[in-house]
């Protein structure tokens, strides 16, 4: 039995409002897999979580903290719709390092604590069940060599933890929107795991699944 780990985006579960045709297909896709493997999702804030970061940064005397406690309760109502959708018995795994005891093949997760997004979350979730590798779900196809949104932004398909650090760089703050996060991306070089960033088309996730080539970056 495989353990998987898959960091799924809140702009993936929320892009602007809930994508049910999105999440049937997923959760389709992995009650399939789930028969022979088992899954760890941990939900972002995505959307959510900005919107409130936003509108708390009007607020004087607002701190990073805050911010990233609003965050972290986006990533919990994203977790809810996950755990409702998937009837997970078990309650939305809060702490990646405790003990989890369930033989549930499918549980849910969301964020921890202030100073990392939930893919860092993920790394540590990797770390207590044995997986070897997280797959990230966002709305982005690969990792590229500078910001897509900017124009002439290359593809990269594979890249070792230290380069991509030098793309995402070493310091968090609230909201950062990275392929990675830089707390995340040193702790996973660390443990030696690998990633999977893949867009959020489904055909594309079971690929990576069955082992065939993929769409997306592979980071080692």
Not at 168 to 187: C, H, Q, R, T, Y
Request: net charge positive.
């Amino acid at each position: 039995m495989k353990k998987i780990v898959i960091s799924l985006g809140g702009s993936v579960i929320i892009p602007d409002e809930v994508d049910t045709k999105f999440l049937k297909k997923f959760k389709k896709l992995i009650d399939k897999y789930s028969k022979k493997d088992r899954f760890i999702i941990i939900c972002g804030g995505g959307k959510l979580a900005r919107k409130l970061q936003n509108e708390a940064r009007k607020i004087k005397g607002t701190t990073h903290k805050d911010l990233d406690w609003l965050g972290i309760y986006a990533t919990r109502i994203n977790a809810l719709t996950l755990k409702k959708l998937f009837k997970v018995k078990k309650e939305i795994i809060i702490d990646p390092t405790e003990k989890i005891i369930s033989d549930e093949r499918v549980l849910i997760a969301a964020g921890w604590k202030p100073g990392f997004s939930t893919d860092y979350d993920a790394v540590i979730l990797a770390k207590n069940i044995g997986a070897s590798i997280v797959v990230n779900m966002t709305n982005v196809d690969y990792v590229y060599d500078k910001d897509p949104k900017l124009g002439g932004a290359k593809p990269i398909k594979e890249i070792e933890w230290k380069m991509l650090r030098k793309l995402v760089g070493s310091k968090w703050k609230p909201g950062l929107n990275m392929p990675f996060d830089p707390i995340a991306s040193k702790e996973a070089e660390k443990l030696g795991l690998k990633a999977a960033i893949v867009g959020k088309d489904i055909g594309n996730l079971e690929r990576f699944l069955k082992g065939k080539k993929f769409k997306g970056t592979l980071v080692r």
